[in-house]
């Protein structure tokens, strides 16, 4: 069920076993409360709660359920049934996860709570296998009474039931993850026959022969293996969730992930889509201190959270509210490169994922770990729990984000990008497999590179999954190197029925199962775009001498080379060399552009001193109006629309006030002069907007 009791949730991540000090929480929560924090997040760590098989140590969860009852805060409990019991280890073996090496994983301390029982092995699964009847069986019993214990305490919100959705890419390769893939695959072939033909092994004698792959490689058989541990693990969060339910059914299941699905759906099961699709309530774990401070990637982070929640309620789940100190990601960095918060990063932090429609807040600690290697880390509060202008800031945005008076701000939701970036699973899958052993990621720096080329140039790009193309009129297809044959058509019905397709080079090259088409574009695309494949080059490393010109101008290469024949289409460009680059072609209703090579890699390598031009005149091409066109490009603008008003946040990054002018698209409604909702007590009087530094500035329309 999702809750309605609190207009905003703003809070943080507080208890983690033995942080912080119990002579402290008493204290805390009084200074929670009085500063406007409403929700907290605890870490409910099976090893930390039954001590011996089937004796639970509930006091000190009890004695957190009940200070949030008193000081008028909710909970939201985090299941970690991944932070396994030191006797399950023992009694279970067998059921350890193995590494592709043949190593096994173990229990150590978790570095975020400074508490035995978790495996370190980089993702979100626990050193026993869910996979082994037995293990599964111990872990439902504690998740069954963990929900029965708590279900109708006054202080709970919901649950969270998987703490930043992603497993490691070494794993799972016991004994009872094999069977189970090994019943995966006949239940997708039928017969054994069937998959020895598929996967170009011709020596199976009975099921017991199938084993995983260990080395990554562009094969149909490790194709499979991802699909296996994505549909494995997932299935694995429904049956948490399942096993919440059949005790409570009416608390809000939650979930949050780590805005990973560009770089690590494939490798790491970051699936931000799939996850979202099973929960009440989605979220995301962003910490500028390890992802930089770019204003593309604070956008990033939370646009792809409000593609994957497909209109849900969404969380910015773990939010940065402190330093961090000798973390890998930070070493070398600048000091204001996130690794020192300052109030100011923090309500920037904050208000660019609200403009990006997060609807909710936590900060990753309340106050900082007294343990282990991230002591200090990403508290707004003191190392003993006082107060510090970081929390400040926080409790007078906490409190604003509650006053009723905001009620309308937070019904209004964002309103649709003006261009989509498409995203299928299988093409992610792909790159990881043929790019596997070399430097070259050519996948996200596409990815990206066109979302950030878009963002810089005043539209909002939206993330969007193949499974959602139908609510689009624009596509940017930016490394569309494999797909199905099922993906394909549906595209070119997409592109009949209206829709204008861009996409980089190499469309479908692979097609399913990663067989290349012997006409390209493969998959009958060829009649889509107007063209056929003349020659094709696969050098990503010297991808950067790739020029190609648009009308004339000048844009850079990157990835890979594809050059054309026209077969219906019209030239639009040509490489250095000559060879055709660029086509253009009507289909249908819609219209299409080819392009050759990747110009969105540049765009990233180069930190956008390449091709925004280019990009400029795609959106133009396109027929796209900005929803809010801004004189000044170091601002940020983002539409919200809803039944009780609608708003215009303009969000500046920089470190000194910036002025703009604003006009916004047909449909949009007007700005009128007056006060804004944020900040507090600022207005605009009718002629150039000033934003200050590191703020935004929201401004009602009519």
């Given at each position: 069920?999702?809750?309605?009791?609190?207009?905003?949730?703003?809070?943080?991540?507080?208890?983690?076993?033995?942080?912080?000090?119990?002579?402290?929480?008493?204290?805390?929560?009084?200074?929670?409360?009085?500063?406007?924090?409403?929700?907290?997040?605890?870490?409910?760590?099976?090893?930390?709660?039954?001590?011996?098989?089937?004796?639970?140590?509930?006091?000190?969860?009890?004695?957190?359920?009940?200070?949030?009852?008193?000081?008028?805060?909710?909970?939201?409990?985090?299941?970690?049934?991944?932070?396994?019991?030191?006797?399950?280890?023992?009694?279970?073996?067998?059921?350890?996860?193995?590494?592709?090496?043949?190593?096994?994983?173990?229990?150590?301390?978790?570095?975020?709570?400074?508490?035995?029982?978790?495996?370190?092995?980089?993702?979100?699964?626990?050193?026993?296998?869910?996979?082994?009847?037995?293990?599964?069986?111990?872990?439902?019993?504690?998740?069954?009474?963990?929900?029965?214990?708590?279900?109708?305490?006054?202080?709970?919100?919901?649950?969270?039931?998987?703490?930043?959705?992603?497993?490691?890419?070494?794993?799972?390769?016991?004994?009872?993850?094999?069977?189970?893939?090994?019943?995966?695959?006949?239940?997708?072939?039928?017969?054994?026959?069937?998959?020895?033909?598929?996967?170009?092994?011709?020596?199976?004698?009975?099921?017991?022969?199938?084993?995983?792959?260990?080395?990554?490689?562009?094969?149909?058989?490790?194709?499979?293996?991802?699909?296996?541990?994505?549909?494995?693990?997932?299935?694995?969060?429904?049956?948490?969730?399942?096993?919440?339910?059949?005790?409570?059914?009416?608390?809000?299941?939650?979930?949050?992930?780590?805005?990973?699905?560009?770089?690590?759906?494939?490798?790491?099961?970051?699936?931000?889509?799939?996850?979202?699709?099973?929960?009440?309530?989605?979220?995301?774990?962003?910490?500028?201190?390890?992802?930089?401070?770019?204003?593309?990637?604070?956008?990033?982070?939370?646009?792809?959270?409000?593609?994957?929640?497909?209109?849900?309620?969404?969380?910015?789940?773990?939010?940065?509210?402190?330093?961090?100190?000798?973390?890998?990601?930070?070493?070398?960095?600048?000091?204001?490169?996130?690794?020192?918060?300052?109030?100011?990063?923090?309500?920037?932090?904050?208000?660019?994922?609200?403009?990006?429609?997060?609807?909710?807040?936590?900060?990753?600690?309340?106050?900082?770990?007294?343990?282990?290697?991230?002591?200090?880390?990403?508290?707004?509060?003191?190392?003993?729990?006082?107060?510090?202008?970081?929390?400040?800031?926080?409790?007078?945005?906490?409190?604003?984000?509650?006053?009723?008076?905001?009620?309308?701000?937070?019904e209004a939701k964002p309103v649709r990008g003006e261009i989509g970036i498409l995203v299928v699973p299988e093409t992610q899958e792909w790159d990881y497999l043929l790019n596997y052993?070399?430097?070259?990621?050519?996948?996200?720096?596409?990815?990206?590179?066109?979302?950030?080329?878009?963002?810089?140039?005043?539209?909002?790009?939206?993330?969007?999954?193949?499974?959602?193309?139908?609510?689009?009129?624009?596509?940017?297809?930016?490394?569309?190197?494999?797909?199905?044959?099922?993906?394909?058509?549906?595209?070119?019905?997409?592109?009949?029925?209206?829709?204008?397709?861009?996409?980089?080079?190499?469309?479908?090259?692979?097609?399913?199962?990663?067989?290349?088409?012997?006409?390209?574009?493969?998959?009958?695309?060829?009649?889509?775009?107007?063209?056929?494949?003349?020659?094709?080059?696969?050098?990503?490393?010297?991808?950067?001498?790739?020029?190609?010109?648009?009308?004339?101008?000048?844009?850079?290469?990157?990835?890979?080379?594809?050059?054309?024949?026209?077969?219906?289409?019209?030239?639009?460009?040509?490489?250095?060399?000559?060879?055709?680059?660029?086509?253009?072609?009507?289909?249908?209703?819609?219209?299409?552009?080819?392009?050759?090579?990747?110009?969105?890699?540049?765009?990233?390598?180069?930190?956008?001193?390449?091709?925004?031009?280019?990009?400029?005149?795609?959106?133009?091409?396109?027929?796209?109006?900005?929803?809010?066109?801004?004189?000044?490009?170091?601002?940020?603008?983002?539409?919200?629309?809803?039944?009780?008003?609608?708003?215009?946040?303009?969000?500046?990054?920089?470190?000194?006030?910036?002025?703009?002018?604003?006009?916004?698209?047909?449909?949009?409604?007007?700005?009128?002069?007056?006060?804004?909702?944020?900040?507090?007590?600022?207005?605009?009087?009718?002629?150039?907007?000033?934003?200050?530094?590191?703020?935004?500035?929201?401004?009602?329309?009519?």
């Amino acid at each position: 069920m999702l809750r309605t009791d609190i207009q905003f949730p703003y809070g943080a991540v507080y208890f983690r076993k033995s942080n912080p000090p119990r002579e402290d929480w008493q204290r805390d929560y009084t200074t929670a409360g009085e500063d406007g924090l409403n929700i907290f997040r605890h870490w409910f760590m099976w090893s930390a709660i039954e001590t011996a098989p089937g004796v639970y140590d509930w006091e000190e969860y009890d004695r957190q359920m009940d200070l949030a009852a008193q000081n008028g805060i909710k909970t939201v409990i985090a299941e970690l049934i991944h932070a396994v019991p030191d006797w399950a280890v023992r009694k279970y073996a067998d059921a350890l996860q193995v590494n592709a090496d043949g190593t096994k994983l173990g229990s150590y301390m978790g570095v975020s709570a400074a508490t035995g029982g978790f495996s370190n092995n980089g993702g979100g699964a626990g050193a026993l296998t869910l996979n082994c009847p037995e293990v599964k069986e111990a872990a439902g019993k504690f998740l069954t009474a963990l929900a029965t214990r708590y279900k109708d305490h006054p202080a709970i919100y919901g649950y969270d039931v998987w703490n930043e959705c992603n497993y490691s890419a070494d794993v799972d390769y016991s004994s009872y993850a094999k069977s189970a893939f090994r019943t995966w695959l006949e239940k997708k072939y039928g017969t054994l026959k069937v998959l020895a033909k598929a996967w170009h092994r011709y020596s199976y004698a009975e099921w017991e022969d199938v084993e995983p792959p260990v080395h990554m490689a562009p094969y149909p058989e490790c194709i499979d293996w991802l699909q296996f541990k994505r549909d494995n693990f997932y299935d694995q969060m429904q049956w948490r969730i399942d096993t919440i339910r059949a005790v409570d059914p009416k608390n809000t299941i939650a979930a949050h992930g780590i805005s990973g699905a560009i770089p690590n759906m494939a490798a790491n099961g970051c699936d931000d889509w799939l996850a979202a699709s099973k929960v009440e309530i989605y979220g995301f774990t962003w910490i500028q201190a390890r992802k930089g401070t770019e204003a593309w990637k604070n956008w990033y982070g939370v646009d792809i959270n409000r593609a994957a929640a497909r209109g849900k309620p969404f969380w910015h789940a773990e939010r940065q509210g402190g330093p961090l100190w000798l973390q890998p990601q930070v070493i070398g960095r600048d000091k204001d490169d996130g690794r020192v918060a300052e109030p100011e990063d923090i309500r920037l932090w904050s208000m660019t994922s609200f403009a990006g429609g997060a609807r909710g807040v936590l900060n990753l600690r309340w106050r900082p770990l007294l343990d282990g290697p991230l002591f200090g880390a990403f508290g707004a509060y003191g190392m003993d729990g006082a107060r510090t202008p970081r929390s400040k800031l926080q409790s007078d945005m906490a409190k604003w984000a509650n006053d009723p008076a905001q009620a309308a701000l937070w019904e209004a939701k964002p309103v649709r990008g003006e261009i989509g970036i498409l995203v299928v699973p299988e093409t992610q899958e792909w790159d990881y497999l043929l790019n596997y052993d070399r430097k070259e990621k050519p996948y996200p720096e596409a990815m990206w590179g066109a979302y950030r080329a878009f963002l810089e140039n005043g539209v909002q790009p939206d993330w969007v999954h193949i499974d959602d193309i139908d609510a689009y009129d624009r596509l940017y297809f930016p490394y569309p190197i494999m797909f199905t044959a099922e993906q394909a058509k549906r595209l070119a019905i997409w592109v009949e029925k209206g829709g204008t397709l861009i996409a980089e080079a190499c469309p479908g090259y692979f097609g399913n199962r990663g067989h290349v088409g012997q006409v390209q574009p493969n998959l009958g695309l060829d009649k889509v775009f107007g063209a056929r494949e003349d020659q094709v080059e696969f050098m990503p490393d010297i991808g950067d001498r790739i020029h190609f010109k648009l009308d004339g101008a000048t844009v850079d290469g990157g990835g890979f080379l594809q050059s054309y024949v026209l077969a219906g289409g019209t030239a639009r460009g040509n490489f250095d060399d000559g060879r055709l680059a660029v086509v253009e072609n009507t289909y249908g209703k819609g219209r299409t552009l080819l392009i050759g090579t990747n110009p969105s890699v540049a765009y990233y390598k180069s930190q956008g001193k390449a091709n925004g031009a280019f990009f400029a005149e795609l959106l133009r091409w396109s027929g796209c109006t900005p929803h809010a066109a801004l004189s000044n490009k170091a601002l940020f603008a983002r539409i919200h629309k809803g039944e009780k008003g609608s708003f215009l946040w303009l969000v500046n990054p920089t470190r000194s006030p910036q002025a703009t002018e604003a006009k916004l698209a047909e449909g949009h409604g007007r700005l009128a002069a007056g006060k804004a909702v944020w900040p507090v007590g600022n207005a605009h009087d009718g002629g150039k907007i000033e934003v200050p530094a590191r703020d935004v500035l929201i401004l009602p329309l009519t």
